[in-house]
């Protein structure tokens, strides 16, 4: 008998990640502070990259709570405009409500899929960033593509992703442990996921499929510091969705002790009384 193999389906996926960050939104917000910390130079190097200052229209694709939509906003001051866009509604309150609570008048929020950017009715931006957003998408082209139709002609391009997993030991060590413990296969081809766009040159071809032009890629190394390593396993549990998506076939028993053995496996980093995990990201921007 012929078994058809198992084949990506996006639309299910995106369904799954947006009620994953529907249920996380609160604590993803709540994060705020150690995002900052912990992404917050990389953030500020992309918006350098792509040339945002005072004035400049920024489409923020995939804004979840809008840590960085509030440094876009800073940036810009009153006289630009940030649109900040995510699939899941939930999080997207949450960016709304700090824009509002910090006086920032110029950002409005619109759900919307990162995928079908086109269909924004708005004049051109200066600059579309994205901050660990593109690695989600199914079809990471047509989301490029649609950051470049809302681009004005010689705007900026921007996107941050996590570097290889080997380079990313906090959070690639919890994802082998729960595969392996859930038996779970490999990522079916063409699914995405946090190390899709871990490769410099993947993350160059993807723009050039997208048409952009004038490419550059920055590495920063982005330590998750933080009090211990059961500070860092609370922040992971609270705040990836896609965790939780992995160990839903084990009883919960078998998640506690999955859920044991990465508290013990990042002890490894912890040091001197402080948890350092090992991340590098990758700053890309391109112009059209």
Not at 138 to 158: I, N
Not at 242 to 263: C, F, K
């Amino acid at each position: 008998m012929n078994i058809k193999p198992k084949v990506f389906d996006p639309a299910a996926f995106k369904e799954t990640t947006r009620n994953q960050w529907n249920s996380a939104a609160e604590a993803w917000d709540r994060w705020s502070p150690l995002l900052s910390r912990w992404l917050g130079p990389a953030t500020e190097l992309m918006l350098d990259m792509t040339h945002v200052q005072k004035g400049s229209r920024v489409l923020d694709v995939a804004a979840g709570a809008g840590e960085q939509t509030m440094a876009i906003a800073r940036r810009t001051g009153p006289t630009g405009y940030v649109l900040a866009t995510d699939l899941s509604p939930s999080i997207l309150d949450h960016a709304a409500a700090n824009a509002k609570q910090a006086g920032y008048g110029h950002v409005d929020t619109m759900v919307k899929d990162g995928e079908a950017l086109s269909e924004i009715e708005t004049q051109p931006f200066d600059a579309v960033i994205s901050r660990v957003g593109l690695i989600y998408f199914p079809d990471q082209v047509k989301a490029l593509t649609g950051m470049r139709d809302q681009l004005r002609e010689g705007g900026h391009v921007g996107a941050m992703t996590y570097a290889a997993a080997d380079l990313n030991g906090f959070f690639s060590i919890p994802v082998g442990i729960i595969r392996r413990r859930a038996a779970l296969p490999a990522p079916l081809p063409g699914q995405p996921g946090p190390f899709s766009l871990g490769d410099p040159d993947v993350l160059v071809q993807r723009f050039r499929e997208a048409g952009f032009s004038d490419i550059q890629i920055e590495r920063v190394p982005a330590p998750v510091r933080l009090g211990s390593a059961l500070e860092c396993l609370q922040f992971e549990q609270e705040s990836f969705g896609a965790l939780h998506q992995m160990l839903g076939g084990l009883s919960d028993e078998e998640q506690d002790d999955a859920w044991a053995e990465i508290e013990e496996a990042l002890g490894a980093f912890d040091k001197d009384g402080q948890f350092e995990g090992p991340c590098e990201m990758l700053v890309a921007s391109a112009i059209k």
